[in-house]
């Protein structure tokens, strides 16, 4: 078991500590057995913690997938605090964007699953409300880059939230596969939102090694 | 509720007649829960049926989300076979066939929420499905429309899109949302905006 919320929890008050417990091991049983295969005692004994301690801190297991994976989407947005300043095309910051998020999944290797699990699995009329600020704030940021290629005249699209969902779904897909053996996988995922956002495919792949050679740099 | 699979089962055995029910319901609890949090309970006591009568047809909800996947799996290929025939041009084809699929699924709320949820969670019962979709995929690369590798992932890319496509027709009665998922899924397949929407047009205009 990876104990990564566990460690980020050292040091924290002891409900932050008991959290990071309870999603290190459901990140452990949600990938072995599927999200809807798994019943709350599944979790709590293979936290070794008891049933009524689980409820102490969420509601039922709806509400914990979503603490889940919204506390996934921030550890994944993270290392892009500053990443992606120093890059004016917009293109090629969809390409590092996707890049972080992917390496940041692939070291961790459960979260891909469980992401893409817990997105296709809770309905939208669930997932939408709950998570709304902090999904909001991962999306804005997908959607303001989206708005500055529109601007520069790099992707031809509508810039809705359909075209958002449909991007988001792109990735998704990519992080789903992640570790699988296929290789390429990041480029590839990366051409296929840029095609999606109206790049031809040659300029896609262009933006592809571009970003490559900025990320050697970093 | 929409009465989709009972009315097929009109005239049918009272066996078909019970599914039907259980099929209708279950969509409608799936939709509103989500698979994994429906329980069988909340599907008899929609359905009005005794738990018994449930086990009589399915072993549990797996089963039976497997036998409602496959049913939809067969409703929606059923319009699409005889497609190819009559259209040669593979992209025009491609969002032909995905406009009927996905108005199939604006006309009947909720198949799109169930697709999306089950096309990951049951995949055996896809199969069909996704073996006639790469079939006309590989007719538009060897056409020279669609400049991709088709494997598995490649694929999956493209299921992705149709999927968020079909999970936000549930909640946005937005008709033309269709179109733009076809494109969106011809851009993925390599065809270029002005092409896609090309073809687009050119499916709009065969189905009229």
Same mark, same amino acid.
């Given at each position: 078991?990876s104990?990564?919320?566990q460690?980020?929890?050292?040091?924290q008050n002891?409900k932050?500590r008991t959290?990071g417990v309870l /999603?290190?091991s459901?990140l452990?049983i949600f990938?072995?057995?599927?999200?809807s295969?798994t019943?709350? $005692?599944?979790i709590t004994?293979y936290?070794?913690i008891a049933? =009524?301690?689980?409820?102490?801190?969420f509601?039922?297991k709806?509400?914990?997938?979503? =603490?889940?994976?919204?506390?996934?989407?921030l550890?994944?947005?993270?290392?892009?605090?500053?990443a992606l300043?120093?890059i004016?095309?917009?293109?090629?910051?969809i390409?590092v964007?996707?890049n972080?998020?992917?390496?940041?999944?692939?070291k961790?290797?459960?979260?891909g699953?469980?992401l893409?699990?817990?997105f296709y699995?809770?309905?939208?009329?669930?997932?939408v409300? #709950?998570?709304?600020?902090?999904h909001l704030?991962a999306s804005?940021?997908?959607? #303001?880059?989206i708005?500055?290629?529109?601007?520069q005249g790099?992707f031809s699209?509508?810039?809705d939230r359909?075209?958002?969902?449909q991007?988001?779904w792109?990735?998704?897909?990519?992080?789903?596969?992640?570790g699988?053996?296929?290789v390429?996988i %990041?480029?590839?995922?990366s051409e296929?939102?840029?095609?999606?956002?109206?790049v031809?495919?040659?300029?896609?792949?262009?933006a592809?090694?571009?970003?490559?050679?900025?990320?050697e740099l970093? | 509720?929409s009465r989709?699979?009972q009315?097929?089962a009109i005239g049918?055995n009272k066996?078909?007649?019970?599914?039907g029910?259980? /099929?209708d319901?279950?969509?409608?609890? *799936?939709?509103?829960?989500?698979?994994?949090?429906?329980r069988l309970?909340d599907?008899?006591?929609c359905?009005g049926?005794?738990? #018994?009568?449930?086990?009589?047809?399915?072993?549990d909800?797996d089963?039976l989300?497997? =036998?409602?996947?496959?049913?939809?799996?067969?409703?929606?290929?059923g319009?699409l076979?005889g497609?190819s025939?009559?259209i040669?041009?593979?992209p025009?084809l491609?969002?032909v066939?995905n406009?009927m699929v996905m108005?199939?699924?604006l006309?009947q709320?909720s198949?799109g929420t169930?697709?999306?949820q089950s096309?990951?969670?049951?995949?055996?019962?896809?199969v069909d499905?996704? %073996?006639?979709m790469?079939?006309i995929?590989?007719?538009g690369? $060897?056409?020279g *429309?669609?400049?991709?590798i088709? @494997?598995?992932?490649?694929?999956?890319q493209?299921?992705?899109?149709m999927l968020?496509?079909?999970?936000?027709?549930?909640?946005?009665?937005?008709?033309?949302?269709? @179109?733009r998922?076809?494109?969106?899924?011809?851009?993925?397949l390599?065809m270029?905006p002005?092409?896609a929407?090309l073809?687009v047009?050119k499916g709009r205009?065969?189905?009229?």
């Amino acid at each position: 078991m990876s104990r990564y919320f566990q460690d980020r929890a050292i040091g924290q008050n002891k409900k932050l500590r008991t959290r990071g417990v309870l /999603f290190d091991s459901a990140l452990v049983i949600f990938c072995k057995q599927g999200i809807s295969n798994t019943r709350l $005692e599944d979790i709590t004994q293979y936290a070794g913690i008891a049933n =009524a301690t689980f409820y102490n801190h969420f509601k039922d297991k709806d509400e914990f997938v979503h =603490a889940l994976a919204i506390s996934i989407v921030l550890e994944l947005l993270k290392p892009l605090e500053g990443a992606l300043v120093e890059i004016k095309d917009a293109a090629i910051r969809i390409v590092v964007l996707t890049n972080v998020i992917m390496n940041t999944a692939l070291k961790q290797e459960l979260w891909g699953t469980f992401l893409a699990q817990s997105f296709y699995i809770v309905p939208l009329r669930i997932l939408v409300p #709950a998570g709304l600020s902090r999904h909001l704030d991962a999306s804005t940021r997908l959607k #303001a880059i989206i708005d500055s290629g529109v601007e520069q005249g790099s992707f031809s699209i509508i810039s809705d939230r359909f075209q958002m969902e449909q991007v988001s779904w792109v990735l998704l897909s990519g992080l789903r596969r992640l570790g699988k053996g296929d290789v390429n996988i %990041i480029d590839r995922t990366s051409e296929n939102m840029l095609r999606l956002l109206g790049v031809s495919s040659v300029n896609a792949r262009l933006a592809v090694s571009k970003a490559q050679a900025f990320l050697e740099l970093k | 509720m929409s009465r989709y699979f009972q009315d097929r089962a009109i005239g049918q055995n009272k066996k078909l007649r019970t599914r039907g029910v259980l /099929f209708d319901s279950a969509l409608v609890m *799936f939709c509103q829960e989500g698979i994994s949090n429906t329980r069988l309970d909340d599907i008899t006591q929609c359905a009005g049926m005794a738990n #018994a009568t449930f086990y009589n047809h399915f072993k549990d909800k797996d089963e039976l989300v497997q =036998a409602l996947a496959m049913a939809m799996a067969v409703e929606l290929l059923g319009p699409l076979k005889g497609l190819s025939v009559e259209i040669t041009d593979t992209p025009t084809l491609v969002a032909v066939g995905n406009r009927m699929v996905m108005s199939a699924a604006l006309e009947q709320k909720s198949w799109g929420t169930f697709l999306a949820q089950s096309f990951y969670l049951v995949p055996p019962s896809y199969v069909d499905v996704k %073996i006639l979709m790469k079939e006309i995929f590989d007719m538009g690369v $060897e056409q020279g *429309f669609f400049t991709v590798i088709l @494997d598995e992932f490649q694929m999956d890319q493209v299921y992705s899109v149709m999927l968020s496509g079909l999970r936000t027709l549930d909640h946005h009665d937005d008709e033309s949302l269709i @179109d733009r998922t076809s494109e969106n899924m011809l851009r993925v397949l390599g065809m270029s905006p002005v092409s896609a929407s090309l073809a687009v047009a050119k499916g709009r205009a065969f189905i009229r």
